[in-house]
């Protein structure tokens, strides 16, 4: 049991350099083995950092939401696919989704489409334009990545049962904004417990602050996994 959820959990290195994200791995080193490198740590040298885990067998998620015109997203989901990475993260848009799954085939990697952030709710989706609320955009642009042929889903564990009835069993369906019972929500608005999340249909759980931020490190990653265990 420790070990399949230990597959399941993935710590965002959400720290500003790579020598604070080195010290991260060493402290969880034989607790988790799967980590997400975001924008922050990939300004920072992260992104060879992330080739340097991969390269010794520890999974990588690269968080990098990719947008673009179909050509730049496939040539970079091409060199991505190189550094050898677990997981990819593109915006959900349909055109850019099918250029990555093109520019992917054949490989392992998995590329996750991102519905909506879980920093926004009701309001935020109007204040940007959007027709649709949270939850219904969640799910058409489930519908929208199934169709496309990605590997997976990210979304608001909120919304991973619903997401789940839409992708059906064998899709990856990752959530950030999990927060531990009693914890602080931060800026995320849409968050659930590790144990909630797994219930309701949450393949990968993301968490970040709840440990990194963390006295003790390993204290906390572990007493996640015990929660997760509970599911």
């Known amino acids: 049991m420790a070990t399949m959820m230990r597959d399941r959990l993935i710590v965002g290195l959400d720290v500003p350099t790579v020598k604070e994200a080195e010290a991260v791995v060493r402290e969880l080193d034989g607790v988790t083995s799967f980590y997400k490198i975001g924008y922050q740590l990939a300004f920072a040298g992260g992104l060879d950092f992330a080739r340097e885990l991969a390269s010794g067998g520890t999974k990588v998620f690269l968080d990098m939401k990719l947008l673009d015109i179909d050509n730049t997203v496939a040539k970079g989901v091409e060199n991505i696919v190189k550094m050898g990475v677990s997981m990819l993260t593109l915006h959900a848009y349909p055109k850019a989704m099918r250029a990555a799954v093109e520019a992917a085939r054949g490989s392992d990697l998995c590329l996750l489409g991102v519905t909506v952030l879980t920093s926004m709710d009701a309001q935020d989706m109007i204040d940007a334009g959007y027709e649709y609320d949270p939850h219904t ?3 058409r642009r489930s519908e929208q990545a199934l169709a496309a042929g990605m590997g997976g889903i990210v979304c608001s564990a909120a919304e991973a ?3 789940r009835k839409v992708v059906g ?5 990752v959530t950030p904004g999990i927060r531990p019972a009693g914890a602080e ?3 995320q608005k849409r968050v659930v417990t590790p144990a909630d999340a797994l219930r309701n249909g949450s393949s990968h759980l993301v968490v970040a602050r709840p440990i990194v931020g963390a006295v003790d490190r390993r204290a906390a990653a572990q007493a996640i996994l015990q929660e997760m ?3």
């Not at 069993?169 to 369906?173: D, F, G, I, K, N």
């Open 161 to 163: 049962s619903a997401v």
């Open 185 to 187: 929500h931060g800026d």
């Open 229 to 231: 265990g509970t599911a």
């Open 169 to 173: 069993p064998e899709l990856a369906v």
């Open 137 to 139: 955009l969640v799910l």
